[in-house]
């Protein structure tokens, strides 16, 4: 059964979140939220959906590497069997530079989802976090969908061809809202340079779909396609290509110039949310939906 959620999403840092956030962007008109780094306790989630009526909560993404997936499996049932058809758990493979451990990502997927089958986690309740030809492969086999990260419209295209009509394609899309493009351009180049350009998934697949080592150095063809930067209708049209390639469902992350450091990871900003982004959502919401 394909996953049924449609229009626009919000992603958010999973442990950023509170359930006033989950009201508002159920408020504003988003049908989903997706959470960035939750643990396999999926902590904190049966309260942003307490605190919503319709709004369906991902996972984006519990990484393979972070604990048991019997423990995962477990708390998906508690959440889906309280809050029935609104909780998809997204899963994904990490990133080497990341994540203690890593090795083998496609086996360890795949032995993550032995376990989530053993743990009776259902195939059309979870996605992957695919991006290369074979992690795509593997979600059309075992997964229900993709929740692609930090993709250009093409790249949702080829998801969509490996998944074909069944499958559940939500790309995620970055946007800074601004009348001052090249202010802008800049302010989405401080978000993409560090931590995604040093983070060998992410470059393996720009340069799979034709981007170029000098595009990888932080070029303006690059940081335009992988962030829609301009007013309300630009952003929109980027949207638009999303959908028209085919996606079911786009996830999007509004950045501006408020942010605060990672608490882990050395020099890696998080969005702040706060009044600006709200009215951000708000337009895009107006202008969008």
Do not use: C
């Amino acid at each position: 059964m394909k996953i049924g959620l449609r229009g626009y999403g919000v992603w958010q840092v999973g442990a950023l979140t509170t359930p006033a956030m989950a009201a508002e962007i159920e408020q504003l008109g988003y049908s989903g939220l997706w959470l960035g780094g939750p643990g396999v306790d999926l902590a904190g989630i049966d309260e942003l959906l307490a605190a919503t009526e319709s709004l369906v909560v991902g996972s984006s993404i519990v990484n393979v590497w972070s604990g048991d997936p019997a423990v995962l499996a477990r708390s998906y049932q508690r959440v889906a069997s309280r809050f029935p058809g609104r909780f998809v758990l997204g899963i994904g493979a990490g990133h080497r530079e990341q994540s203690q451990g890593y090795e083998r990502p496609m086996d360890a997927v795949q032995r993550f989802l032995d376990a989530l089958d053993a743990g009776g986690v259902p195939v059309s309740g979870r996605v992957l976090a695919a991006l290369g030809p074979k992690m795509l492969e593997l979600a059309a086999e075992r997964a229900g969908g993709v929740v692609p990260y930090l993709v250009p419209p093409r790249h949702t295209r080829v998801a969509r061809a490996a998944l074909g009509a069944s499958g559940f394609v939500a790309p995620e899309q970055k946007v800074v809202v601004t009348s001052d493009v090249v202010r802008g351009r800049e302010v989405a180049r401080g978000r993409v340079e560090n931590p995604y350009l040093g983070l060998v998934n992410y470059t393996s697949n720009l340069r799979r779909l034709g981007y170029t080592d000098e595009d990888l150095a932080g070029s303006d063809r690059l940081i335009d396609d992988l962030v829609a930067v301009g007013d309300v209708s630009a952003v929109a049209a980027r949207l638009e290509e999303h959908r028209a390639a085919g996606a079911d469902h786009v996830v999007v992350q509004v950045i501006t110039e408020k942010y605060q450091m990672h608490p882990a990871l050395p020099g890696v900003r998080l969005q702040v949310y706060d009044d600006e982004v709200v009215r951000v959502y708000r337009e895009l919401a107006a202008g969008v939906f």
